[in-house]
């Protein structure tokens, strides 16, 4: 049981012979009941503080476990987020990669194709330039031949000969020009030539 300031006071000791002062006892026990009551009150008081301060201290003591769950959760979830990160940009590249070379195997393809097209096309000009070519010439000597047969013939310094030799030259003459106006311009290799410079226009 505790003692109060009041159980000091109201304490009462025998008498005896040659006791101490009942006077000063008195006094000294009312002085420490005094002593005593602002002790136990101070003693309370602390008592209090220091059960707000359990408080807060638990409070604070759960809220730095709720700091620490929190950061090792914010923790994981960065490592999780990191390795995902990781892996979609390692499939990125990957696909990338992927996408490169595909790109660069159809521009090979592409560039042999356009190789094969042009070596089929200039193959194709160098047979187009010698049909041309003869072509060309064929017209040019028809012309030169028909254009002797002219000068020689209707040349107003030639001194006209017999009407047979006359009537020869002309029947050649007339034999050339229809040959040249029955030449089949519709040929296929004057054909091609056309379609050629109708290609390139």
Known sequence: MKITSMDINNKEFKRVMRGYSADEVDEFLEKIAEDYEVIYKE?????EKISVFQDKLDHYTKIESTIQSTLLLAQ????QAKLSAQTEAE???????ESAKKVMDKAHSDVLTINDEFERTKQEFAKFRAKFRNFMISQMEMFEALEKDFDKNYNISTIVEEDNANISNNSLNQKKIKEIEKFDYNTSEFEEIKSFFASDN
Do not use: D, G, H, S
């Not at 003693?43 to 008592?47: C, D, P």
């Not at 994981?76 to 490592?79: I, K, L, Q, R, V």
């Open 43 to 47: 003693n309370t008081t602390l008592k």
């Open 76 to 79: 994981n979830a960065a490592e």
């Open 91 to 97: 499939l990125i590249i990957r696909n990338a990669n």
